[in-house]
């Protein structure tokens, strides 16, 4: 059997374990499995329900959900092989669509305008850094200087941070903020993730970080949080009915792990 030592977790050992590492946290992923086919009939009818033109919010929370969902079952299948740092980091992803979408659902003429504005000042930071390199065909950067100076300038509008202040998410913030930290960034608390350190402090190791069960716990949680808050506001703006019930018993299975 080849080891996590030898091939990471891409390893025969890194496969084997996941059926020890899902039982230490067997409701949370009996949890996720539930909510993750609940969520996948909730798409099917938010599809159904939603199809307008591309631009409208009604699409764009239906791709944030999309996107939300994605970003679940990937923390699901990294958790369960014990992988810490990118688990986490999606479940911040899965934060960071539920702010988005709160936010879609609390003011879409507003979002929608930040959002287009968005997409444009994102545009005009890649051609200001594409012209600072300099090209030497002339004609290139023509084009990208008039590009440059027809595009909008200023800071992203859709942060995580403004999108969720003074709305009913914005305790799940905190969440954000420690995983952004902990896992997203290469910051020194997240290096340490790759450190054993001897509890007499005689000394320390580089390490494998294989997470633990309240790691794992920890992870899980916070991305079924995030993702029926986003299941919550698709179904309450979407007008789907049919899942109040389902939505709202799954709400309450986490809420007593």
Request: glycine share 4%; with cysteine.
């Amino acid at each position: 059997m080849t080891l996590i030592e030898d091939e990471g977790f891409l390893s025969e050992e890194a496969r084997t374990s996941i059926p020890s590492i899902r039982s230490k946290n067997d409701a949370l992923f009996k949890l996720a499995s539930d909510v993750n086919i609940s969520f996948m009939a909730l798409i099917a009818s938010a599809t159904e329900s939603a199809k307008v033109n591309l631009q409208s919010p009604q699409s764009v929370a239906v791709r944030l959900a999309f996107r939300a969902i994605n970003s679940l079952q990937s923390v699901v299948l990294l958790a369960e092989r014990g992988i810490v740092a990118d688990s986490r980091t999606l479940a911040r992803g899965v934060l960071e669509d539920a702010f988005a979408l709160g936010a879609l659902v609390d003011d879409p003429v507003k979002f929608m305008a930040d959002y287009e504005l968005d997409h444009q000042r994102a545009t005009q930071r890649q051609l200001t850094f594409v012209a600072s390199q300099q090209l030497s065909d002339p004609k290139v950067r023509e084009r990208i200087e008039q590009k440059l100076n027809r595009a909008v300038q200023g800071k992203p509008l859709l942060g995580a941070s403004k999108n969720v202040k003074d709305r009913p998410l914005e305790k799940l913030y905190l969440y954000y903020l420690v995983l952004s930290n902990d896992s997203a960034h290469p910051s020194a608390t997240s290096l340490e993730h790759h450190v054993f350190r001897a509890e007499d402090g005689t000394g320390w190791l580089y390490k494998w970080c294989i997470a633990d069960a309240d790691v794992n716990a920890s992870t899980l949680h916070i991305a079924l949080s995030g993702i029926i808050a986003v299941a919550i506001a698709l179904r309450e703006y979407l007008e789907l009915v049919d899942f109040s019930e389902v939505i709202d018993g799954l709400w309450e299975r986490l809420e007593d792990l």
